[in-house]
Structures are given as structure tokens and as C-alpha cells.
T-cell receptor
Framework: DAKTTQPPSMDCAEGRAANLPCNHSTISGNEYVYWYRQIHSQGPQYIIHGLKNNETNEMASLIITEDRKSSTLILPHATLRDTAVYYCIVRVGYSTLTFGKGTMLLVSP | DGGITQSPKYLFRKEGQNVTLSCEQNLNHDAMYWYRQDPGQGLRLIYYSQIVNDFQKGDIAEGYSVSREKKESFPLTVTSAQKNPTAFYLC?????????????FGPGTRLTVT
């Protein structure tokens, strides 16, 4: 699976959009981009995934660049409960997940 | 409610003792996974199972053993051969096979060995 690069930490004001970047320049054509998050001392939670097109669900939006070498997870209106470590993972659909260190997002009042 | 349960939440053991961590799911998922997480680190895969009575080693299987006798259950034994067993252990499940997409995680068991 391709390797991903994420900033170690980011800050966001409550109510503003949080934009979390991820670089995956070695991604191959059949690899999906997944996002999970982990609130302190809990199990990770699936957020969203995509292959080529932008995706949106009730939690977030995923924007994938046309060359697929990077993506951005967008939380449109961040709340204090969105404070967590966010993991960007690329994988072939049926393979196991490989978690890096992720981005620690701190949402402040 | 459907989900994954892990028990206990906190577990303390003396060095040299084997310990078994429980993981049960009622999601009817075929695949189950065990991960280990150390402070400030990401998750590392220990073992996974795609179907009953079958499992494969992950990236850090040494010192651990698993069984998959029932679809709902995937217990992990931390043996005395594991050099640094103190960690946060997470179990997950997914639909499995080529249809596999998201993994659902349990709340985790924090194991401390002294």
C-alpha cells in the first residue's frame, strides 16, 4: 500500500471548517483513500473513503486531486467533539489497514 | 445494538503470565482484526482473520496467538514471549473479502504488565 504524509498537528476554531491535508504521491490506480479518526483512548472511527471522485457524507467531505497524489478531509463546521487524531490511509480494497501517526486536530472554543 | 465489545477495559498482569483479551462482535462480519497501539503511535496489525478457523499474521505477530472458532469471537492471547506487552489493544471487524471497506473498532483494552 502507498505511504501517506500528514502534518502532526493542526488547530481549528469551533464552528469553522477544518481542512486536513494528506499527501499520497505514490498511490496506485486501484488504491482507495480512507479517513479514520480516533478520539483519545477510544477505538478509531471510520469517516469516509474515495477512489477518484470527491465524496461527502454526514460527517465530512473528501476532496481528491485530479492526479490523486493528495487529498483533503473537510469537517465543515468543527465542534469541540471533533478533537481527535485523524488518519489518512491508502489501500487496495481488500487489504488490511496501515495506520501512521496521523494529524492531531485540536478544536478550540 | 450491534457492535464490537472488548473486555475488560483495563487489565493488569504480572510479567511471565499469559493473558487473553476478549473480542466479540454481533455485526455478522466475516473478518476480524487485532491491533496494538503504543503511546503517541499509530496502530500496528497483530493478527487478522477473514473467515472462521483461519487467520494470518500481521506485522507484529511474535509473542501473540489467536483463535477463530466462532464467527463472533476472536480472542487474543498475549504470551510471556511478548517482550513489551504493555499497550492499548484494539479489535476490529469488517464485512470481509473484496467487499471489505470500513472496519469497525471496539473500545479497546489497556493492558499493563509489571
Amino acid at each position: 500500500d502507498a505511504k501517506t504524509t500528514q502534518p502532526p498537528s493542526m488547530d481549528c476554531a469551533e464552528g469553522r471548517a477544518a481542512n486536513l491535508p494528506c499527501n499520497h504521491s505514490t498511490i496506485s490506480g486501484n488504491e482507495y483513500v480512507y479517513w479514520y479518526r480516533q478520539i483519545h483512548s477510544q477505538g478509531p472511527q471510520y469517516i469516509i473513503h474515495g477512489l477518484k471522485n470527491n465524496e461527502t457524507n454526514e460527517m465530512a467531505s473528501l476532496i481528491i486531486t485530479e492526479d490523486r497524489k493528495s487529498s483533503t478531509l473537510i469537517l465543515p463546521h468543527a465542534t469541540l467533539r471533533d478533537t481527535a487524531v485523524y488518519y489518512c490511509i491508502v489501500r487496495v480494497g481488500y487489504s488490511t489497514l496501515t495506520f501512521g501517526k496521523g494529524t492531531m486536530l485540536l478544536v478550540s472554543p | 445494538d450491534g457492535g464490537i465489545t472488548q473486555s475488560p477495559k483495563y487489565l493488569f498482569r504480572k510479567e511471565g503470565q499469559n493473558v487473553t483479551l476478549s473480542c466479540e462482535q454481533n455485526l455478522n462480519h466475516d473478518a476480524m482484526y487485532w491491533y496494538r497501539q503504543d503511546p503517541g503511535q499509530g496502530l500496528r496489525l497483530i493478527y487478522y482473520s477473514q473467515i472462521v478457523n483461519d487467520f494470518q499474521k500481521g506485522d507484529i505477530a511474535e509473542g501473540y496467538s489467536v483463535s477463530r472458532e466462532k464467527k463472533e469471537s476472536f480472542p487474543l492471547t498475549v504470551t510471556s514471549a511478548q517482550k513489551n506487552p504493555t499497550a492499548f489493544y484494539l479489535c476490529a471487524s469488517s464485512i470481509g473479502g473484496r467487499a471489505s471497506r470500513e472496519q469497525y473498532f471496539g473500545p479497546g483494552t489497556r493492558l499493563t504488565v509489571t
